[in-house]
């Protein structure tokens, strides 16, 4: 589902990013919040 809506491309950005950003609890949460506005946008 998450896949139609680009949610792929978004994991990509996110692994190629210089910085880790599994290793900060923020980053982690800012990632959780797109997931779920980005799944929003797909049942809205």
């Known amino acids: 589902m998450g896949a139609d809506c680009g949610?792929?491309?978004n994991?990509?950005?996110?692994?190629?990013?210089?910085?880790?950003?599994w290793t900060s609890t923020g980053a982690i949460l800012v990632l959780y919040i797109l997931l779920v506005i980005i799944l929003?946008?797909?049942f809205y």
């Open 11 to 21: 994991v990509g950005g996110v692994n190629t990013a210089p910085v880790s950003p």
């Open 7 to 9: 949610y792929g491309g």
């Open 40 to 42: 929003s946008a797909c």
